[in-house]
């Protein structure tokens, strides 16, 4: 089974789209293996697979192995520099083209919700982070019981949940706290993004929109309210470009320098 040797499945949530879910799964992948972790990504957002895009992946082919599908590496572990491995499945990668709207009923998105959880070979993992589709409808849940039965128990570290701070995002995600209630998914935290535009120039955080939301929701439902992350035009660039994600100056695996530079940053 290609989830036995995963150490700890954490789940992101967001009740609706465009919020930064993938965004925050695509930063929280980089810092776990930049803090020497080996982690995985799992792009289950049937939706619009954007993590292939977001790690600069988009046209890396999956191959099978007799384990199962190989997931893409974006890059190897190294020991001495503290860095663990970083490797990403998403069902992007099945799609024929860039850009594909997958337009399957529910039955055939939660066979391929299986598949994925079964035979992708992730070898020795700490983090297999699933980026999920967004929402609370019928088919979300059977996708989220789908990946409660293939997983342990003592495997499931819970769900970080990502909001904007906007009242309509909020009162979304307040639905998918109820939603991880009901079906027994531990919340490990609530992040708060787009929280605010910090310029460039004066370093100044502006909130564009409301800001706190997202903690008020995290302490009305008793969970942890783990941080907001601004609005970075800069991150949005790399994405929009294909660039590959910002790694800090200095970072190298296995004496390769993969540090982003200087003239993206
Ligand atoms: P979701 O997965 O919730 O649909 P995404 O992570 O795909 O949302 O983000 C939607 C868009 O917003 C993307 O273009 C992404 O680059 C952008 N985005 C998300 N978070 C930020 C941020 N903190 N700063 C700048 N752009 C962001």
């Known amino acids: ?71 893409i590496i974006v890059h190897e572990a190294d020991p001495s520099a503290g860095i663990g491995s970083l490797r990403v499945m998403s069902l992007g990668f099945l799609l024929p083209r860039r850009g594909d709207a997958v337009v399957w009923r529910g039955p055939k998105k939660t066979a391929m919700v299986r598949q994925f959880l079964s035979d992708v070979f992730w070898d020795e993992l700490d983090y297999l982070l699933i980026d999920t589709p967004p929402g609370t409808s019928d088919e979300h849940i059977s996708l989220a019981e789908t990946l409660l039965q293939k997983a342990r128990l003592d495997q499931l570290a819970g769900a970080v949940v990502v909001t904007t701070p906007q009242a309509v995002a909020t009162a979304d995600v307040r639905k998918e706290l109820n939603f991880c209630a009901k079906t027994g998914i531990r919340v490990l935290g609530v992040v708060e993004n787009m929280c605010g535009f910090v310029c460039p120039n004066c370093s100044e955080c502006t909130n564009i929109f409301m800001s706190g939301g997202g903690e008020v929701m995290a302490s009305d439902f008793g969970v942890r309210f783990l941080g907001r992350v601004p609005i970075d035009p800069q991150f949005l660039v790399l994405i929009e470009t294909g660039k590959r994600p910002r790694y800090p100056k200095g970072t190298a695996v296995n004496g390769q320098d993969i540090s982003t530079p200087s003239q993206e940053q």
Request: aromatic share 2%; net charge positive; charged share 15%.
């Open 1 to 71: 089974m290609s989830l036995s040797k995963v150490k700890h499945i954490v789940l992101v949530l967001s009740g609706k789209g465009g919020v930064g879910k993938s965004s925050v799964t695509t930063q929280l992948a980089l810092s776990l293996s930049l803090a020497g972790h080996s982690v995985g990504v799992l792009d289950v957002d049937l939706t619009g697979p954007s993590i292939p895009r977001m790690f600069a992946i988009e046209d890396a082919k999956v191959t099978q192995a007799p384990g199962g599908w190989l997931p």
